[in-house]
Nanobody, 122 residues
Framework: QVQLQESGPGLVKPSQTLSLTCTVSGGSITTNYYYWSWIRQPPGKGLEWIGYIAYTGNTYYSPSLKSRTTISRDTSKNQFTLQLSSVTPEDTAVYYC??????????????WGQGTQVTVSS
């Protein structure tokens, strides 16, 4: 059974870069047809998908965050990371990593990390 665990700073200053790591156990991030996503939930709001890195290493980002987002991976550590630049208080949220696969044209998530709170504040 695959497990995901987010890690990283809980407090980031405005204009800095938010950096989080997701460590995956029980399965490889290079296994065919899985897409490894970052998703966030701001306080009082719904879930927002940020982007993914595919089993191939290809990436795809939400258009609204694309200019500030980089997702990369370290296959030797079975980890993938999120970098979100030029953060503002509006980037305050619980950040989740998740494993997904496509069902027809929909990306469905079957495993999630527990989430990590990131607050953007000076």
């Amino acid at each position: 059974q695959v497990q995901l665990q987010e890690s990283g700073p809980g407090l980031v200053k405005p204009s800095q870069t938010l950096s989080l790591t997701c460590t995956v156990s029980g399965g490889s991030i290079t296994t065919n047809y899985y897409y490894w996503s970052w998703i966030r939930q701001p306080p009082g709001k719904g879930l927002e998908w940020i982007g993914y890195i595919a089993y191939t290493g290809n990436t795809y980002y939400s258009p609204s965050l694309k200019s500030r987002t980089t997702i990369s991976r370290d296959t030797s550590k079975n980890q993938f990371t999120l970098q979100l630049s030029s953060v503002t208080p509006e980037d305050t949220a619980v950040y989740y990593c998740a494993r997904g696969e496509y069902s027809v044209s929909y990306l469905c998530f079957d495993s999630w990390g527990q989430g990590t709170q990131v607050t953007v504040s000076s």
